[in-house]
Each structure stands twice: as C-alpha cells, then as structure tokens.
C-alpha cells in the first residue's frame, strides 16, 4: 500500500519565539495567507490521500476543536488529544497511538505545525514502502545547518547517524537537515516509552538507529520554512499569497494581494509582495503595505507604510507610521507618525502615543 491514511499531527509547542503573536493563540492557529496555518496543512495532508489526523495538541488546546470539529469540512475525520504534561515530540507521538487504526506494518505520517513545506507527501510514502524503511525522513538542504539537527546519509539514501547542531567546520559533514515530516512503521510508535517526555530527534531515531533498525531519508528541495520566528511566519503567509509556498487552502487566487471579502481599502492604498487583509480589517487612503499580513479588524490609517510586518488582530496602526520587520499584537494601538523597524514586538493592548517612537530624525 503507497498511501498513508493516518497521520499524527504534532501542535503541542508554546511557540514562546512567536509571542506576541501565540499569547492568546497557539502557534498553528496564527492566520496565514487568510486563514489559521494549521488549515494548510491539514488539507495538504487530505490532498496527499491521508483520511484520518490525530491532533497532539497541548498549548491552548480548548481552541483547535471548535474551529475544525470532526474534519469533515476539510473531508477529514479529526481527533484530538491533549497531553496533561508536555511529554516532548516523541511522548506525544506514543500518547497518540491508541487512536491509530492502522496495521502494524502500515504507514503513519506524523509532522510538524510550525513547518510550512511543498514536500511531496505521497513521494516520501512511496520511497518509504519501496525501500522497506522502519521510519522514513523527510530531509531538506540547508545553506547553514549549525541551527539544525544534521542527518547524514549513504548512497542508497539509508541514514548513517545523527547529529545535534554542529559548530565546527569538522562536524558539518552534511547540509541535509531533519525537515520535520516522518512516516513511520505503525509498529514503531509502540517502542517509544509511554507516559514520559521523549524526543524523537534525540532520543528516538538515534535509538532506532543504534538497534539496527532501517531509517530512510528522502531529500526533498522543494520549498521549506521553520515559522518559529515573527519575521518567518510572516514571509510563510506571503509566500503563500504568492504562490511560492503550495497550498490548496488559500482562500482565492495567488497573486501579490490577498484581500478577505468583508475587508475595506481605500482605492489609492498599495498592496503587494504576497499582503493579506484579513476580515473586517479596514485600510486608510494612501497606505502602502508590503509583505505583511494585517488581521482581522485591524485598522491602517491613511499613509501609513507597512513592510514585512503583522499587525495583529482588531490593532489599530496610526497615520504615517512606518512599520518594517515588526510585529504588533492583538488589540494594540499604534498612534501617528510613530516608525517600529527590525524585529521590534509591540505587546498585545499595548497603546503608543502619536510620534513616541523613532530610529531617523524627524526630518
């Protein structure tokens, strides 16, 4: 069988990186491209042949089941489950299985929600049968692995070690990274212990290994990004926008704008460079945004510039303000002529009185 049916879906982190953007909302949930990241990939997962997806969810839990119940919107049957104690990638995978119908040599795909990725679900799935794998790993080329865990691997694709984030030149004897998608035999999840934090990158696949078992890596180039930061969740959402990242949740045609129905923008303001405006969101004459993604309710002011930022939902961003490689959370009130550059976070509610905030003269 080349189709993987069930999937494990791991959305348990805090996304501390992300704050203020996770404060009231975990990580999976943050709009991108116009709706909640986690829609992405679940209908990415559906397109691929997967029926049934198993949330590991743990942060804010109680939110994931109002918005997708049962899955069937997505024509997926959805289940959940909470950790009470975060048991880590690999504990959460095991605390799972008991919602797993599959046999035990049938294959589980199991990812990540913070990773925004166009690898081909069902290729990793057919090398995973092809070569008689134990766990398959989707792996991605990096310019500077030194952030990443490295996985090396032999002429046939079969992993030969594992290798936590090297420093020294020596050590890098690879740019493959471990991209954070898996099939796994249905058996294997069995082995990882019960009822404690385990990581899988860790503890699991370099225990796997050393035991003899078949771990194959299959490398995709295709397009992949780490949300964890503002700044990369922010450019996952445009390049989703622009087509660059596939999707077949975006809700309208891929272009340089993405602009929600209910949205309101003045005719003369400039969106471009993969912008969305979410619901109700309301842009003034002459604003110029780039890049960014503006949420719902969120008020622009006339001339303001917005560039590769976010503005969270129901904020309000003052006349002439510049924003650029900020992130302002939810409900916070921006005044005029102030200019936030540079990874700068303004905290949800938060209120900036008119021209408080400069990095140029104010000429």
């Known amino acids: 069988m080349t189709e993987a049916k069930e999937a494990i879906l791991l959305v348990g982190g805090k996304g501390t990186r992300l704050r203020p953007l996770t404060v009231h909302t975990p990580k999976p949930m943050v709009p991108a491209a116009g709706v909640p990241f986690l829609t992405h990939q679940l209908a990415r997962a559906r397109a691929a042949g997967v029926e049934h997806i198993v949330l590991a969810t743990s942060y804010l839990a109680e939110v994931f089941e109002p918005h997708f119940g049962d899955g069937s919107s997505l024509g997926l049957h959805i289940e959940y489950v909470t950790e009470r104690e975060p048991l880590g990638t690999g504990g959460a995978i095991r605390n799972v299985a008991s919602r797993l119908a599959s046999g035990p040599d049938e294959p589980v795909l199991i990812f990540n929600g913070d990773i925004l990725t166009g690898l081909d679900i069902r290729a990793l799935v057919t090398s995973h049968a092809t070569s008689g794998a134990d766990v398959s790993l989707h792996l991605t080329r990096v310019e500077d692995p030194r952030a990443f865990g490295l996985?090396?691997?032999?002429?046939?694709?079969?992993?030969?070690?594992?290798?936590?984030?090297?420093?020294?030149?020596?050590?890098?004897?690879?740019?493959?990274?471990?991209?954070?998608?898996?099939?796994?035999?249905?058996?294997?999840?069995?082995?990882?212990?019960?009822?404690?934090?385990?990581?899988?990158?860790?503890?699991?696949?370099?225990?796997?290994?050393?035991?003899?078992?078949?771990?194959?890596?299959?490398?995709?180039?295709?397009?992949?990004?780490?949300?964890?930061?503002?700044?990369?969740?922010?450019?996952?959402?445009?390049?989703?926008?622009?087509?660059?990242?596939?999707?077949?949740?975006?809700p309208g045609r891929c272009g340089d704008r993405l602009v929600l129905p209910t949205a309101s923008v003045a005719a003369d303001?400039?969106?471009?460079?993969?912008?969305?405006?979410?619901?109700?969101?309301?842009?003034?004459?002459?604003?110029?945004?780039?890049?960014?993604?503006?949420?719902?309710?969120?008020?622009?002011?006339?001339?303001?510039v917005i560039t590769d930022s976010l503005v969270g939902a129901g904020a309000r961003i003052g006349s002439r303000t510049v924003l650029a490689g900020a992130v302002v959370g939810d409900g916070a009130q921006v005044g005029a002529d102030n200019e936030l550059r540079d990874g700068v976070r303004i905290w949800c509610g938060a209120t900036l009185p008119d021209a408080s905030v400069r990095f140029s003269s104010d000429e």
């Open 151 to 250: 996985v090396p691997t032999d002429d046939t694709g079969r992993v030969t070690a594992f290798l936590e984030k090297p420093q020294t030149p020596e050590e890098i004897v690879t740019d493959q990274i471990n991209a954070g998608a898996y099939i796994f035999r249905r058996s294997v999840i069995d082995t990882i212990p019960a009822d404690r934090p385990v990581s899988v990158e860790r503890e699991t696949f370099p225990g796997l290994l050393a035991s003899g078992a078949h771990l194959q890596g299959m490398v995709d180039s295709t397009y992949w990004l780490d949300l964890g930061t503002p700044q990369a969740f922010v450019r996952g959402s445009a390049d989703l926008v622009l087509g660059r990242a596939p999707s077949p949740a975006v």
């Open 269 to 304: 303001a400039k969106l471009s460079g993969g912008t969305v405006i979410g619901e109700g969101a309301l842009i003034g004459a002459g604003a110029r945004i780039d890049g960014s993604a503006v949420l719902a309710g969120a008020v622009v002011e006339p001339g303001a």
